[in-house]
Structure formats: structure tokens, C-alpha cells
């Protein structure tokens, strides 16, 4: 089992920035990977970004220049740094965890809310 604890959500607007960190714990595999999704109001929950075990990134077209994902310094944390947020930015963000062996896990999400 793996438990994931975000935080950092919040209320921002235009332009401004925000940081949602997250953090790991239970019985996980080095290799993994961690990310975070999110899910707008009446939308699928969508891919933002990605960090492999060995600190390969992936991000949506829509974030990148905006957004950088990285691990923290302690084991199994991720962070995502917004910047230039815009108010389709706005949804619940989601922290996964996945590995081939266990699958995936989630988050319980934080709002981000970017008003214009």
C-alpha cells in the first residue's frame, strides 16, 4: 500500500504562482514513477505532469514553459511548480504514484482555484 498526502492547493489569480508538493509513504518500489493529474469540472482527468525515478519529465502541451515537476528531497516526493497560472489552470490536482508491480495510487486532491 501506498498513502499520498498533498498539500499547497489554494486560491490565486491570474498570473500568479503556487506550489503543490506530495509526499509517499508506505510500501513503494524505487522504481516508479509520480506525477499529477487533474480533473476540471465536467472534464476527464487529465495528465500534468510526470518525474521518473530517474528524474525523466513529461508534461502536457498546455503547461509547459508554466509548470516544472521535480522530486523533493525526501524519498518519494513531488513537487509541481505553477507559474503564469491562467484560470483554466482551475481544478482539483491529483498526486500519483505508479509502479508496474503494485499500480497506480492517488491523492485525495487540492483545489486550485485561478481567478481572472
Known amino acids: 500500500q501506498v498513502q499520498l498526502v498533498e498539500s499547497g492547493g489554494g486560491l490565486v489569480r491570474a498570473g500568479g504562482s503556487l506550489r503543490l508538493s506530495c509526499a509517499a509513504s508506505?510500501?513503494?518500489?524505487?522504481?516508479?514513477?509520480m506525477g499529477w493529474y487533474r480533473q476540471a469540472p465536467g472534464k476527464q482527468r487529465e495528465l500534468v505532469a510526470s518525474?521518473?525515478?530517474?528524474?525523466?519529465?513529461n508534461y502536457a502541451s498546455s503547461v509547459k514553459g508554466r509548470f516544472t515537476i521535480s522530486r523533493g528531497n525526501a524519498e518519494n516526493t513531488v513537487l509541481l511548480q505553477m507559474n503564469s497560472l491562467k484560470p483554466e489552470d482551475t481544478a482539483v490536482y491529483y498526486c500519483?504514484?505508479?509502479?508496474?508491480?503494485?499500480?497506480?495510487?492517488w491523492g485525495q486532491g487540492t483545489q486550485v482555484t485561478v481567478s481572472s
Open positions: 500519483n504514484y505508479r509502479n508496474s508491480e503494485i499500480g497506480d495510487y
Open positions: 518525474i521518473t525515478n530517474t528524474g525523466f519529465r
Open positions: 508506505g510500501s513503494f518500489f524505487s522504481i516508479n514513477v
